[in-house]
């Protein structure tokens, strides 16, 4: 049941005025979407407000928004409503000697800073996609100028604090997709009320990098109880604009006290029933940079965005104009991803394949220092015994591979009864003494694993993943909740500290699918019943799963051989090698897996045999490094 407080009669828990309310909290209470501390609250009492420009004043197209906000006709007021379907972006801009390190903070914290592009020295453009006819230093309503940590200024304009030597970083602002909720008929109570948006601090830690580090700083939004499935669904896709929720209920969770005094920006007035609902927010950014001591660190106030040419339909598209990886291996790693999108169990992945999910999943874990890689879907073998299947271990331990040689701390946690089948594969692959296999007992707690690892990147690959109603399934929707462990609790934790999680599967009933569930239901055979109701940042669709482990071995060579390492490695070092393979697959057999298809122990997986299928794949793929 939810805790009732009585200190204060707004934190009351008043009966939830329909059933259906309580059906869909239930449900998101099953997924671990929401905490068990969830409250609607009640109205408060008189909050302050900020004046805002009217919509009905603004120029719709950003081009022209930007030329009035350059010429004064905006004033600093926040940019919420601002041309809704475009793309908003918070903006700091750096000395070029801390550039690297602050980019290697956005990409280690990927959910609070998704960086959509990061300008030259002295650029002022925002770049082709956000505004090739933009000017950081006067487009933005108000700014922030710090000097050595502190704030000097809150000018309308950079000019006097601008040099060649800046780089500007444009970052994904929640904004975006606030015209997506309102569109759809998801009340957005700060829009409806004209204020700036509640921001506040929270008592999560960021991945540091260098001098940037601090904690995460997060956006409220009252959203009625009956919606939150639709603002679940709407905002997890747009994993540039910060991606779904990271926590719904009772702000204590993450350190927060009093919703009525935001860290930034102004508090909103709930209606009856509303639930309070937390996404990261890039006003971490601001917070990490503004504190590394910088000689003038400049930022955009809270709420004051940058609007871009982009519109929110498009954010997909942001891939290679915003990092500085030649064209070379941004292709190969589209074409990793392509190549493994191939369906040959016609399960229906293009239903719900993405793109761009491999480069965002690259990107990151090129920068993460620990990863903790989950993997385990049980299966009936022929006589109706659930055991694990070949499927998802083999290519878990292939990309656990790749990460070591790279020098990374890795874990492998699987359900219990599968640790067995993970250490066979892996002693057959010869790195059984650089990674630690744990089994998900009723002893293991998730979230103290994933802080004493200094966890920043989590990946599943293959993993049952638990439904909207807390059960799991088959693809033929048989119950197999008996024999599954709650891995999705690490992926839960994860993203309510901001770590970053990739997910492959090949059916949509694995962890990681409720990014895209509303796919799922509608195209899936048994989609209503088996989808995945836990979301990742980054969802890949493959023919096999195991061959999307295989396909982010090869996209790490690319970035490998696309930029200057220290690590004392050959690209194709990372490449799965067939032997090798082969070897790892009769190992785990021989230890107990099936092919989930088959529902034998042979070289196959999913009813494929490795020679014939398999084998063509990896080969496929590692020559795309050639």
Sequence with gaps: ??????????????????????????????????????????????????????????????????????????????????????????????????????????????????????????????????????????????????????????????????????????????????????????????????????????????????????????????????????????????????????????????????????????????????????????????????????????????????????????????????????????????RAEQTIQQDPGSRGIDAFKLPNEMYCAALELWAATSVVLVTGFPCFNLDEKLVPETDGPPGTLAIARALALLKKKVQVVVPPGHGKVLMAGLRASGLQSEIAIHELTSEFNCQTFLVAVDCDHVVSIESAGRAQDGQYYSMRAADISSACAPLDDIIIFARQRGISVTAVGDGGNEIGFGKVRYLVEKFVNNGETIACAVPSDNCIAAGTSNWGGYALCVSLAAVLKAQPSTIEVEPKALLPAVDTEQAVLSAMVEAGAIDGIRKTGALSVDGFDFDDVHAKVITSLNSLLE
């Excluded at 082709?128 to 050595?148: C, I, M, N, Q």
């Design 1 to 334: 049941s939810a805790r009732t407080h009585t200190d204060n009669p707004h934190n009351r828990l008043p009966p939830l005025s329909r059933a259906r309310d309580m059906l869909q909290l239930g449900r998101l209470l099953h997924t671990g979407l929401v905490s068990l501390h969830l409250r609607p609250f009640a109205r408060p009492g008189v909050v302050r407000s900020v004046a805002m420009a009217s919509t009905a004043q603004l120029p719709g197209e950003p081009v022209a928004f930007r030329r009035h906000v350059r010429e004064g006709q905006f004033g600093p007021n926040p940019t919420t409503d601002a041309c809704p379907g475009f793309v908003q972006a918070n903006v700091v801009v750096l000395p070029s000697r801390l550039a690297d390190d602050f980019e290697r903070f956005c990409l280690r914290n990927a959910r609070a800073v998704p960086l959509l592009y990061r300008s030259k020295a002295g650029e002022v453009s925002a770049g082709p996609l956000l505004g090739p006819e933009s000017d950081v230093r006067t487009d933005l309503p108000k700014y922030h100028v710090y000097k050595h940590g502190v704030l000097e200024d809150t000018p309308q304009t950079l000019a006097a604090s601008w040099s060649s030597d800046m780089v500007s970083f444009y970052l994904g602002c929640s904004f975006s997709f606030d015209s997506l909720l309102i569109q759809h008929g998801v009340p957005v109570r700060h829009v409806q009320q004209k204020k700036n948006i509640s921001m506040f601090k929270t008592n999560r830690e960021c991945n540091a990098v260098g001098p940037f580090g601090g904690n995460l700083v997060v956006t409220m939004r009252y959203i009625p109880s009956s919606h939150l499935p639709a603002a679940f669904n709407l905002s997890s896709p747009l994993v540039k604009a910060h991606g779904g929720p990271i926590h719904a209920g009772s702000p204590s969770f993450l350190g927060i006290g009093d919703l009525n005094k935001p860290d930034f920006g102004d508090a909103t007035v709930p209606e009856p029933g509303d639930v309070p609902v937390f996404w990261a927010c890039g006003v971490t950014g601001i917070v990490s940079a503004s504190q590394a001591g910088a000689e003038t660190c400049c930022t955009h106030s809270p709420g004051c965005m940058f609007v871009s040419d982009l519109s929110t339909d498009k954010l997909g598209d942001v891939t290679s104009s915003s990092f500085p990886y030649p064209d070379s291996c941004v292709e190969a790693i589209h």
